[in-house]
């Protein structure tokens, strides 16, 4: 196919470049210049606007949240221009509210609209292997399929609604971000006790907890090992309030959020901006009187 | 080996039977008769006194908690009155504290005491199929090792000082605890939306979160199935207590398990004492407006 | 002096009475029409557009939020128009950080700025008995002191950063629905207890807190009087969230405010929209257990 | 009257000094002799054994804690070697379900029973001017009332059944530790803004807050000056702790009190146990990035 490509971050170049191998045709456009000319020597056609890149069968936009993607896509009137057959993949992690503003903004402009936010780090979109959050109407779902299926090992068809992919990633990341926090809470407590973390991280992913999420950020909260970050602690707190706010639109208290929004509030404000987010573990650490390394 | 069983309820009763499966001699005792009796007709001798359970190589308690433990072992002298070869395996759960007093009665009576509490609901001890969190003397432990291996499918050693194990049990405890409250909230936020809270437990147990906790707590609270319940709502918001009462004592605050507790209270303040714990659901969903049901 | 007003709602246009009655010339201008009227029948001059208002000494916003005063402010372009000698004062309760944005806007076109915002409700407002938090260049503030007296029975001097004197408002706001949650919860266990809230709340404003905002909204909470309302939920919530907001901002996070946010979502979700924000009792007492009236 | 007083603290002594000056004959008992001499020298009559203190017409309790109390008067026997005319008044705090085993165990015995918690601290105790909670059978009040009146400038009737004084102070400490919270989170706010406390604190307590809860730990928090300790963190935990058990019993969640739990233990947990219970205020502070006399 003949695809866009919008957001060459650290996500978004890897992904152009999974279509690139499967025999799509990529044109690329990102903010800095650098990130485009790397995607162009690995093959894809470099354009110097935006719009350019909605000329295309397809256009996969994955900037990085809600004001970013309204000032390159809806500020500049990208939708208003683009042919009627094309659609348009917003795979950004945003808000609710600013995923059903575009849903509307899309159906305006007669074009196709999917969500389809990911699950995954960098390496793991390079890898082709994210889980992708799929929601739109059938048929514009069933056109950017190819693409897709370059991109994730698993895709996750959440409904005809393109918001409820938004909505579901926002509860998957709350998800992990819970569980950090207890495994936090639970660590600090048995390293006030000289119980040692390790076994304890060991029960549980040798247990009840054998998963992905326990056996990722558990041995960093047990090594304290908050760097290199794959998620920064901002962008952890962006995902929690964007939770909290789709919750305060709709009446339903998050109290487990909550507690999360504060303790990420209280990593960054004590310097930990650049760390991974398991970086909140540091939070319970602190306030049970360990102090970093012991 | 000729062993003493003490308390057969839900779990005991199952873990008596593997016991006797294993070629071992057991003696059992209950503070009521017909569960006794049962074990009777399965191979124990049943006895008349919890003393008499203590006469045997080795005897294992199992009774629901703190003040059950106190009035059965400690207000009755059975320690002084056992033999110095015995090893006491309390598979309770307790908390730390009196966990510590107990270590510090049997090093005084000079007898062996080793804490085994266990991971899995009353069908995984009938299995013999129990994670078992072990920690005591290593000698101690030994002696003790073939019962274990009757009782569970994994021992997990702890360490030397057998409160730890009391300790780990909690943070396992803590952590469902956890797990369930997110997927509450996760769930009912879910609803208010009209998103198939299904749909996200597809995605959270078939990627991130593919473990047991997940597995089995997930379909529960999307269909609202807090009956028959395997662990009830008050059990629930006594493993938390204790794990809060552990904090307490070493000055970890633990944010998440204070939520937890509101909430449990929450639950049994509705009228759901009897249901399973996972009915704490019930609240996330209350509080965001919707009617059971809905 | 010469006084334009912005923003006639249940306080701004008690306020703009008491100019006219300490003999200033008031000209304002409201969204809805009906407001200016009824302030021209009491002496104001009604202009047609909020540039008009500026034309004056000084100009007084009472504005309901921070998109309301970007909308009739600054995207219209007030301020370039503004002559040079004008002081602006904002009496709004915005954000600390549309506040600073006000601040480097009023700078840049050279024009005075104070911020004013007011404690009182509506009827305190009629009365002229408001305090007012005051903060703004000295040679400003004085210019416009006349004013202030005009408005306030007491004015607070916070300094001569504007942004200050909403940061101030923020804090007694979260103050006031703090000590709502905590009467809210010390009552519903009352209750629970069959021991009269009133008994309570008469020890309370008796002795250690005899103060206004304890005899205002206990009795309140005891009757379970919500309405009619001074002050509704949602903006609570909207004043809580602000909170939150300046909070994160310099990373310091507020546990309490975090679990007032919940109450106020948990509140307006049961459908207490339009009740006093005193309304967020009722969820301490629905979670309590306690009915209605009960 | 002739009374006995058991129990010579902070509290105690001063309130047993004002019977003595009311023209009582009082016989005291405390279990370190020094404070007895104190007394004695003051005009008491020194007792050697707490049950030689309930041979009178009425006799005060004033112990630390449920344990004491019990250890002291319900283990000894005390109220079955009583004659029946007499009346116990405790003025202690006490948990709520303690104190319903109390008024079971002084009706079996036949002798009277009221609860007299007291607010104040001990220098208020000293001058006669506490605010006392009173509850208990008309007959019993009336008796000890002369008692009452030499104790506190003001009697507060909470009812017929003594337990409800003892939920009525564990529900104004709890309003005060609520008070101490929220001055102490938007005094850590306000500092991050290089808002002088100081400041904010004068416009609470000079409007919405002129209350002696805010006039006296409004400038402690302020001053940052917790020491030294008129009620210590331990203390103050205790009640919260308490007013959570209390709500447990009944099925009441108080989400406050558990965030109050949880920096109480932050804050002990930090070494500041001697200190004052306002310096929970120092955790917003930690929290809030700011480093202590910043």
């Not at 609604?161 to 207890?182: V, Y």
């Not at 930990?272 to 398991?278: G, L, Y």
Request: charged share 20%.
């Amino acid at each position: 196919m003949d695809v866009g490509f919008i957001g060459l971050g650290h996500m978004g170049s890897g992904m152009a470049r999974n279509l690139i191998k499967a025999g799509h045709r990529v044109r690329v456009w990102n903010r800095s210049w650098a990130a485009s000319e790397d995607l162009g020597r690995d093959g894809a056609e470099v354009v110097a606007a935006p719009g350019e890149a909605f000329d295309a069968d397809a256009v996969i936009t994955m900037l990085s949240a809600d004001d970013v993607v309204r000032e390159v896509i809806l500020d500049q009137g990208l939708l208003a221009g683009a042919h009627r057959g094309l659609v348009h993949v917003v795979s950004s992690t945003i808000s609710v509210a600013f995923a059903q503003e575009l849903e509307r903004a899309h159906e305006a402009a007669g074009i196709g609209y999917v969500a389809a936010p990911v699950l995954g780090r960098p390496d793991v979109a390079a890898a082709g292997e994210l889980n992708i959050l799929v929601a739109g109407r059938p048929d514009a779902v069933a056109r950017v399929q190819p693409l897709l299926d370059a991109l994730g090992k698993r895709i996750w068809p959440i409904g005809d609604q393109p918001h409820l992919a938004n909505l579901a990633k926002l509860a998957c990341n709350f998800t992990l971000a819970s569980a950090i926090e207890t495994m936090a809470e639970a660590f600090a407590l048995a390293r006030r006790y000289d119980l040692d973390p390790q076994i304890l991280m060991e029960v549980l992913t040798g247990s009840l907890f054998a998963a992905p999420a326990y056996k990722t950020y558990g041995p960093m909260i047990v090594e304290q090992r908050y760097e290199p970050a794959n998620f920064k602690l901002p962008l952890g707190l962006k995902d929690v309030r964007l939770a909290l706010e789709a919750g305060e639109a709709v009446g339903a208290p998050l109290p487990f959020a909550s507690v999360l929004r504060d303790n990420f509030i209280d990593a960054i404000g004590h310097g930990d901006r650049d760390k991974d987010w398991s970086a909140i573990a540091a939070v319970a650490a602190r306030r049970a009187g360990l102090e970093a390394g012991r």
